[in-house]
């Protein structure tokens, strides 16, 4: 089905495609916003725009995506479903459209207990699986999520969802993706990744399902500022595998933020070899700077026009 969306020409000509991401802040201003979107406009093919990630109050992720059209960049608008039930959902979604969005990621969301509201209450009215079903339903059957018709101007998403290929147990990773596949997800994006070994064994059980050629596959990656950054994430979140090279690698070095950005360059030079990975989707977390750096010399600049 295709969509208005650049990113979805992109990846359907074939390219490989590189997002980004930025994380709205934790006020009403969107100074920082812009200016990340106008020194990444011509470096990334689009780039995500979170939703209150990791369950913390920030300003909203369509209100985000509305500045960074009007710098210039392609938004990926993030929806939970921790915060809203199935009408909240669709009416903010109809809005988004309105606005000029045309790229979803369908989310679950953090837990509230990991924010700074973990006395809030999640609401989870449907999962991130049901919201791609009924988001690729509203846009080729034109029904609401009830099943009432849509008599015109249905929103037409380029839909997307999330894939961790480092969570136990390994084994059902690719089932539980090709369950998002077959709901309706047209691309994905994966965790950061650090481990290629494992990261490679998963590719391999994505191409023999066939996966990756009903899906664009983006790898996702992260610059790390630090040994202590790698350490924590080695150590403290859930389905992250950081192997204990990387971490030495960091602590040994003069300059460790430098050694960050080269590890992040040599994994793109790697992960562009794999069969079936269709783009990175780079994660400099509150680090957005050093993206133009990363993607120029990885090869992915200039990127590629489409009409």
Request: charged share 25%.
């Amino acid at each position: 089905m295709k969509t208005e969306s650049k990113l979805q020409k992109l990846l359907d000509s074939g390219h490989f495609a590189v997002t980004a991401e930025i994380g709205p802040p934790k006020h009403a201003s969107a100074h920082g916003i812009r200016h990340h979107a106008h020194m990444l406009k011509d470096y990334v093919d689009a780039t995500n725009i979170t939703d209150c990630q990791t369950a913390i109050v920030r300003l909203s992720s369509i209100a985000s995506a509305v500045h960074i059209l009007d710098c210039g960049l392609e938004p990926i608008v993030q929806m939970t479903c921790r915060d809203r039930n199935r009408i909240a959902i669709q009416s903010d979604l109809l809005g988004a459209y309105s606005l000029g969005v045309r790229n979803l990621l369908c989310l679950s969301g953090d837990h509230q207990k990991f924010g700074n509201e973990p006395s809030a209450k999640n609401v989870y009215d449907i999962d991130s699986i049901q919201l791609i079903y009924l988001m690729r339903r509203m846009r080729e059957e034109k029904l609401f999520f009830s099943g009432e018709p849509i008599k015109e101007h249905e929103p037409r998403f380029f839909i997307g969802a999330v894939a961790n290929p480092f969570a136990d147990p390994f084994e059902f990773r690719v089932a539980r993706l090709e369950k998002k596949v077959e709901a309706g997800a047209e691309f994905i994006q994966t965790q950061c990744i650090f481990d290629m070994e494992r990261f490679e064994r998963f590719m391999e059980m994505v191409r023999e399902r066939g996966i990756h050629e009903r899906v664009h596959i983006l790898a996702g990656v992260t610059p790390l500022k630090s040994w202590r950054a790698a350490k924590y994430l080695q150590t403290s979140v859930s389905g992250m595998i950081v192997p204990d090279d990387i971490v030495e690698r960091l602590k040994k070095a003069e300059d460790p933020k430098r050694e960050g950005i080269e590890i992040c360059i040599e994994q793109i030079k790697h992960i562009r070899n794999i069969p079936g990975v269709h783009g990175v989707h780079i994660m400099a977390i509150a680090w957005e700077e050093v993206v133009p750096e990363i993607v120029e010399r990885s090869g992915l600049f200039p990127r590629p026009k489409v009409e």
